[in-house]
């Protein structure tokens, strides 16, 4: 089984070396993909030595001109997925990249075709109340919604097939792209399981980018 990773990235330089250094290592056959969002420090600069260099120069990289949104760039990655399976790898290293093996445990079994890594669950931690509750507000919704009961859509390590990735037409720019895969995944029938992994959240000052508007889009 072949994993396409998309990792959307918009001034994250003190991070991205890491997080990719740790996509080399993790046990699976992954296909990864970079897309910088017009990122204004170093990060693109970042990439472009990193991509001259074994493992990275296997990894394929992209840059929009203008800065667009996490949406946006997710959409340019999933465009890209040659994959049997897809996932997002955010690379502020709030997330565990070791879970993956967690994460693709059911798929592998044959027991899921959908996965979400809840942070619900697991070891966590989170700089404000509020985000927490917005979460847990946006989830209850689209439990009723849809009639299922998930814990936490908003969690960035989403594992789904590649062509539901690209029969899911998303039209989201921003961070509401996340409860938009979800209302699609669900209305195409798959079901979702969730299998908690490790979460470790940024505060503002370290560069946390989703506002409390974000919440009132998605």
């Not at 990122?39 to 001109?65: A, C, G």
């Not at 409860?179 to 029938?189: C, H, V």
């Amino acid at each position: 089984m072949r994993i396409s990773v998309v990792v959307p990235v918009y001034n994250e330089e003190k991070t991205v070396a890491q997080v990719l250094t740790l996509l080399s290592r993790v046990p699976l056959t992954l296909e990864v993909i970079v897309v910088d969002d017009a990122s204004t420090d170093r990060t693109w600069e970042i990439l472009q030595e990193l991509r001259q260099q074994e493992p990275f120069n296997s990894y394929r990289y992209v840059r929009h001109e203008h800065n667009q949104g996490k949406g946006v760039g997710l959409r340019t990655g999933f465009r890209m997925v040659t994959g049997d399976m897809v996932t997002v790898q955010d690379a502020d290293m709030e997330y565990d990249i070791n879970d993956y093996p967690r994460l693709l445990d059911p798929i592998i079994k044959g027991r899921a075709q959908v996965v979400y890594g809840t942070r619900v669950f697991a070891s966590h931690t989170a700089h404000s109340y509020w985000y927490v509750m917005g979460n847990k507000g946006v989830t209850t919704a689209a439990n009723l919604l849809f009639n299922v009961y998930l814990s936490d859509i908003e969690t960035a390590y989403k594992v789904f097939p590649r062509e539901a990735a690209l029969a899911m037409n998303l039209e989201a720019k921003g961070f509401e792209i996340d409860p938009e895969i979800t209302a699609k995944l669900l209305r195409m029938g798959y079901r979702i399981h969730e299998v908690p992994v490790d979460y470790v959240a940024r505060s503002r000052e370290e560069g946390k980018k989703i506002r409390p508007s974000d919440g009132v889009k998605a």
